[in-house]
């Protein structure tokens, strides 16, 4: 960890990544969602993206490739985070973002932040409850400088009281580590070490299920993943409220989650725990209520400058004008939920043949719901948009029928191409395809990226063992899983990626 970062892990850079939370679509929804106005962005609009704290810049790329009519910034203080999004740009050949390297704690005080234009839509992920005091305050002076009337902005962060039970984990993982002369993300492995051998000792404070569920989710992300997570001096969760009162000196309003799920309470509450909450007008209270009853972790909040509250009447009728494309295959769909309060169940009859009818492309929400084989009420768009995008079975649609667009085409090409040295090790945190028609991202794994560049190479379904053989897969097992994954990939999500514009 070098000294310049005042704290934050900057020797170990992070990892591409695109969260449809980040999306304005997705923030615009959750607004509805809400009770608030806030459109989505017409076809043609010109809109402001801004992001602070965008890492190595893939989910601000991938929507300047699928928008190239929008001006997107995106700014890090990491130069070497720079560096490689202003390279992965151009080998894209996009026009339309820049990258900026900044401190937020002065931003809005320095010429270049006075410079920048208003924005529309702005993301912060996995820097809030990562960065001291001082860079919190320089972000709300920014945001109130920046962020237009009516316009939207999307805030994650490490939530209490969900990281209770996590504290010593986190603390012990990071005290052990950061005493070893390594770099941080050996030191995040180092210290990860020491946590599960005291667990293994019965110490009491990792005993519990949440310390052991995260554990065991530990064992399968990247070092570097847990470097930037566990090993920042300033990582501290926070309450709700506090983040909500943090923001107020920028006009900004807590409108609703972009985990969409979480906007409702039927699906992560009990029957009784909603009835003590549903007195209650004060949203702040009714978020504790709900985080106390969940103990969600990670929280994804959009704030709206200027809140406009809207009928549902006229939510449902501007819900239902939105389409929406498959994002997973049918088959992987799931009809039971595991949910903080319990197992919820999707009704098969209402959801299949709307999941059926989304894998041929994308279609209308009003449509979707007059569909003849829909079992069950047909008067709710909020729940079928919610639920749908909130699991990421779908995706909502900014460009129906709109044809691949170079720009979408070329980042593909170039993520794609960083697998084609016979092998599968780079790490995407969070994969996605960039699509023009959607406005966003559609999901992909780092087989589907393989199978994308092999397939615009003209290669074929006939080819597959040859990949198999470039992969080199290390036994009769491993092989077996490959060919499993390739199959998948090529009988489900390329159907998916045609029908959504990505291909």
């Known amino acids: 960890m070098s000294g310049w970062g005042s704290g934050y892990v900057t020797d170990v850079t992070y990892l591409p990544a695109y969260y449809r939370q980040q999306s304005p679509a997705v923030m615009a929804i959750a607004a509805a969602l809400g009770g608030v106005a806030c459109d989505l962005p017409a076809?043609?609009?010109?809109?402001h993206y801004l992001e602070l704290g965008c890492g190595l810049g893939f989910g601000a790329t991938l929507l300047a490739a699928s928008n190239p009519g929008?001006?997107?910034t995106a700014i890090d203080f990491n130069p070497a985070h720079i560096a490689e999004a202003r390279r992965t740009a151009a080998a894209c050949g996009l026009a339309n973002i820049r990258f900026l390297e900044a401190d937020l704690a002065t931003l809005a005080e320095d010429q270049v932040g006075r410079d920048l234009p208003g924005a529309d839509f702005v993301s912060l992920h996995g820097v809030w409850s990562w960065v001291p005091a001082p860079v919190q305050a320089g972000i709300v002076r920014l945001l109130a400088a920046k962020v237009n009337p009516g316009g939207a902005v999307h805030l994650s962060y490490n939530a209490l009281p969900g990281w209770s039970g996590g504290l010593a984990l986190q603390r012990l993982l990071r005290e052990a580590g950061k005493r070893l002369g390594y770099r941080s993300d050996r030191q995040a492995e180092e210290g990860l070490k020491l946590v599960r051998a005291l667990q293994a000792?019965?110490?009491?404070?990792?005993q519990s299920p949440m310390a052991r569920e995260l554990l065991e989710r530990l064992g399968s992300v990247p070092p570097a993943y847990l470097a930037h997570e566990y090993m920042n001096e300033n990582w501290k969760p926070l309450f709700h409220a506090e983040v909500a009162q943090a923001l107020a000196p920028a006009k900004l309003e807590f409108v609703a989650s972009a985990d969409l799920i979480n906007n409702f309470a039927a699906l992560t509450l009990t029957e009784e725990q909603r009835a003590l909450a549903r007195p209650f007008d004060d949203p702040l209270l009714r978020e504790l209520i709900g985080d106390v009853c969940t103990g969600r972790m990670l929280r994804h909040d959009v704030f709206v400058r200027g809140a406009r509250r809207i009928d549902p009447r006229v939510r449902d009728a501007g819900l239902r004008e939105i389409w929406l494309a498959g994002n997973i295959p049918e088959a992987e769909m799931r009809y039971e939920l595991e949910t903080p309060s319990g197992t919820a169940e999707l009704s098969p009859g209402f959801y299949r043949p709307i999941m059926t009818a989304l894998q041929d492309g994308p279609r209308r929400v009003g449509d979707l719901l007059t569909l003849p084989e829909l079992g069950g009420a047909r008067d709710n768009p909020a729940e079928l948009v919610g639920v749908l995008v909130g699991l990421g079975a779908a995706v909502p649609v900014l460009r129906p029928g709109a044809p691949p667009h170079p720009a979408a085409q070329r980042f593909n090409r170039h993520f794609a191409a960083a697998l084609r040295q016979d092998s599968l090790e780079t790490v995407f945190l969070a994969p996605a395809v960039a699509s023009h028609a959607v406005g966003g991202g559609l999901s992909a794994?780092?087989?589907?990226?393989?199978?994308l560049d092999r397939i615009r190479a003209g290669?074929?379904?006939?080819?597959?063992p040859a990949w198999i053989a470039a992969l080199r897969p290390v036994d009769a097992d491993s092989r077996r899983k490959l060919q499993a994954a390739l199959d998948a990939s090529l009988a489900g999500r390329m159907r998916l990626l045609r029908a959504g514009g990505a291909v």
């Open 201 to 206: 000792t019965g110490a009491k404070e990792l």
């Open 459 to 464: 290669e074929t379904v006939a080819d597959v």
């Open 445 to 451: 794994t780092q087989i589907d990226l393989f199978v």
């Open 70 to 72: 929008w001006q997107v």
């Open 43 to 47: 076809p043609d609009a010109a809109i």
